[in-house]
């Protein structure tokens, strides 16, 4: 079993009101120093087996096709830790 | 300026129906072998200056605080590249 993140977030050029949002409630908490913010998604894909470099192709394609939107947003994919038997991610 | 990211997933234990959904659709569209999805939230925080750990530390109270629900969410905070100028990240 093997562990791939996919990231997904808005094209810089694209506004973000919900990170505004989140920008301006942590200004009201008080937490200043903060010149902006940007929320995205984070998809955690667990595979049967091995991450071989077709099956991270494939999630490449999954990713662009069902997770991201490529007109709006871009999208990372990378592996992680291996999934341990309970699911939780392995110690770092 | 410096770009910190918090990673925000629901607990291991609590169900996630968003991510069983996205598991059902990669199947209907033809993408198999994968055992299981979980869909969180990416927030990018660019700060003002450096990332010192006592502003790191003030962005894991904003995380715990705002950004998630500590009753039913994880959340990770680390130190990304630096961001450039024109808001972007930099190259890798």
């Known amino acids: 079993m093997s562990r791939v993140v996919v ?36 998809f955690e894909l667990a595979l049967t087996g091995e991450a071989t470099p077709e099956r991270i192709e494939e999630v490449e394609r999954a990713a662009g096709t069902l997770l991201a939107n490529p007109v709006i947003e871009d999208f990372t994919v990378r592996v992680e830790d291996p999934v341990r038997p309970d699911g939780r991610p392995s110690e770092r």
Chains 1, 2 share one sequence.
């Open 7 to 42: 990231d997904v977030m808005l094209k810089p050029e694209i506004l973000d009101p919900q990170g505004d949002a989140v920008h301006a409630a942590l200004g009201r908490l008080g937490f200043d120093g903060i010149a902006s913010v940007r929320q995205g998604k984070r």
